[in-house]
């Protein structure tokens, strides 16, 4: 007969249960024991099981923790990266953004025209509006020139963010100085009638490269409609 020793399932911590009665070839009482790993029911007793596991696979060795901290390290240099790209994004965008410069006005002359008025053909936009009437600058930018500019009247000069060099002329009054960082929309100065004027409107010139330009091709490329 064979003496056998089973799993028990229970609270015990033996884990063995110990059957006889077993006949061999030769009819000889021997004793077996079979050990496998207790099986816990009890709630608790499982609970601190796994918390001892845990601790246990803490323990890494000292590569596997190093590894993981690179990993870590690289994963938020990725997020930075990503957040450095997406306010330059909306840097370049804000770059181009470009609003009218008064918000009510009557178109008296365009770029390119001829007239007794200029000495050569009209070097930019015209719009008329009362005097006093709000200025804001079309684009970012920074203002480079404010004052009296001859027969400009009082003129600013912004610098964009996309590089153009913009002009408001004629005004009666100046709200930017030098140096000024301004954003598109920002007030700068006041409808006038300074300088060689026939009557109260805002000149408006876009110059690439010291030439002007078209002021309303400038603007329709940027989605508005002077």
């Not at 930075?80 to 790209?85: E, H, I, K």
């Not at 909306?90 to 410069?101: C, D, G, H």
């Not at 006093?132 to 600013?156: F, Q």
């Amino acid at each position: 007969m064979v003496g056998l020793l089973i799993p028990h399932v229970g609270h015990g911590d033996a884990g063995l249960l110990d059957l006889t009665g077993v006949a061999t070839d030769d009819e000889q009482p021997s004793r077996v024991a079979v050990r496998t790993p207790l099986i816990e029911t009890d709630p608790e007793r499982r609970e601190r099981a796994v918390s001892r596991d845990a601790v246990r696979g803490s323990a890494a060795p000292p590569g596997a923790r190093l590894l993981r901290a690179e990993v870590r390290q690289l994963r938020e240099a990725r997020t930075r990266l990503g957040r450095q790209a997406d306010r330059r994004t909306e840097e370049l965008a804000a770059a181009r953004r470009w609003v009218l410069p008064i918000a009510a006005y009557r178109k008296t002359a365009r770029f390119g025209q001829s007239s007794g008025l200029w000495s050569s053909t009209h070097t930019g936009l015209d719009l008329a509006a009362p005097t006093g009437t709000s200025i804001r600058s079309i684009s970012a930018g920074t203002v480079t020139s404010a004052g009296d500019a001859g027969s400009y009247g009082l003129r600013t000069v912004v610098r964009a963010d996309s590089g153009e060099e913009l002009w408001y002329c004629h005004q009666s009054r100046l709200d930017v100085g030098v140096g000024d960082v301004v954003v598109a929309g920002q007030l700068i100065g006041a409808v006038g009638a300074t300088g060689n004027v026939t009557g109260s409107h805002l000149h408006l010139e876009v110059r690439s490269a010291g030439s002007p330009g078209d002021p309303e091709s400038a603007m329709r490329a940027r989605g508005l409609r002077p």
